[in-house]
Every structure is written in C-alpha cells, then in structure tokens.
C-alpha cells in the first residue's frame, strides 16, 4: 500500500507583499528558520547594498546594463521598478525549487504578484502585511536607520500607494505582534499545503485504500 510520504505535493509559490517598514522580510526570515522545505527567492536587484545586506544572501546586487541584459536574456519570472530602481525575480532557482518538490517565499511588490499570478496563479498563494498603525511604520523604518530621511519619506508616501492593493491578496495579516503573524503566516503555509489539488497521487491513495477493504 502507498504510504502517506509517497504522496507527491505540488510546490506552491508563497508571496508576501505590504508596504516597506510593516515587517514582511523579519517574517520570511523567521519562517524560513522554523520550515523545512521552503526556500526563499532571492531578486536581483540595482538597489546599492544597506549595511550588512550580502550579495547572493538578501540580493543579486547588479548594476543597471547587467539588469536589462537579463532582461533581455528572458532570465526573469517578473520584473518591476520600485522607489526609482529595478528588481527582477529570476526564474531558474524558482523552477529548480519547484521540482524539488519545495515551496518558495517571495519578498516582492504588488506589480510582481500581479506578474506571478497571471504565470502561476493556481499554484500561487498571497499574503498582505499591513503595519497596525502608520505610528508603527514610522517606527519601524525609522529603528532601520539604514535609509537617508529623503529615503525614508518617499517610502512613507509610497506606503499609501502599495497598501491600496491589499484586496488583490489571499490573506491580510495586520503585523502587531511578530510572533502571532509568523505563526499565522506558518498556518496559512500548512493549511494550502493540505489542499487536495496540491497532493499529487491522491487518487492512486485512495484507490489503493479502497482495494484492501
Ligand atoms: P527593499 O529595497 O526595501 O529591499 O525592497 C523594496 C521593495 O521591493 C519591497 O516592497 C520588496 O518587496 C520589493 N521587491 C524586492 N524584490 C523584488 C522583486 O524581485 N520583484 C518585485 N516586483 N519587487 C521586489
């Protein structure tokens, strides 16, 4: 008889989106710590590197000619512009991922979501961040200290913009509390992962179980 492990899972893409500072890549990192079969998409990006930020590890740092050459080459799954520089998923580490059998987490905008979902939207899951108060954002990115002020406000006014598109998502989470939201992030994860469609070879399971009755 067919073992439960021998049901094949279809990968699925997990995407948090929310405006800059409301806690999303605490949460991904987080997630990625305590979850065996998920790994993180890397982007490519012209963003210069903030202190402590490693090329390979939070970014592909590349300059402006690198990006449109891979472009050019087709390298990426989505692509888009935020705060006036670029920042492109790559589609082979994504493929790779999937046919491992593994689940991939995306730290990207509402443009690149928007991207994903018309590629891969039943395999596609989305998650909205949003801050529980603009006080919080403030805070937040202000604790960062790794942007110049006149960084810092254009992303406050851009926060506005990003948060309009909450209701294009799956699942909103308000970001009170960084525990509670890891551990609603990891049920929404479990939950889709039981999804019948998402178990390959269910079928041959069952009828296999319903041959030894
Ligand atoms: P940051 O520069 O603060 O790391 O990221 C700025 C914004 O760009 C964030 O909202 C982040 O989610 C988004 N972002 C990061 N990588 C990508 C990507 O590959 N594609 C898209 N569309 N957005 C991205």
Redesign the pocket.
């Known amino acids: 008889m067919n073992t439960k492990n021998s049901i094949h899972r279809r990968g699925l893409l997990l995407v948090?989106?929310?405006?800059?500072g409301a806690g999303?890549?605490t949460i991904a990192k987080k997630l990625l710590e305590s979850e065996q079969h998920l790994d993180m998409?890397v982007?490519?990006?012209t963003?210069p590197p903030r202190p402590g930020e490693k090329n390979g590890v939070?970014?592909f740092f590349v300059d402006e000619p690198t990006f449109q050459e891979m472009l050019l080459r087709d390298a990426f799954l989505?692509?888009?512009k935020?705060?006036g520089?670029s920042?492109?998923?790559l589609k082979e580490p994504v493929f790779n991922t999937l046919k491992n059998g593994k689940d991939i987490i995306?730290?990207?905008?509402w443009?690149?979501?928007q991207?994903l979902a018309l590629y891969a939207r039943t395999d596609l899951v989305s998650i909205f961040i949003l801050p529980p108060s603009v006080k919080a954002l403030e805070e937040r990115l202000n604790k960062r200290g790794q942007d110049t002020h006149d960084v810092m406000r254009t992303?406050m006014d851009q926060a506005a913009n990003?948060m309009s598109h909450w209701a294009e998502y799956d699942y909103v989470i308000i970001n009170r509390d960084l525990e509670s939201s890891i551990l609603e992030v990891q049920k929404i994860l479990h939950s889709e992962r039981l999804k019948r469609t998402r178990q390959l070879g269910l079928v041959d399971f069952v009828n296999t179980l319903r041959q030894e009755l």
């Open positions: 948090l989106s929310s405006p800059s999303k890549t998409s982007s490519v990006t963003r939070d970014y989505e692509h888009a935020v705060f520089n920042y492109g998923t995306f730290d990207i905008d443009q690149g979501t991207q992303r990003e």
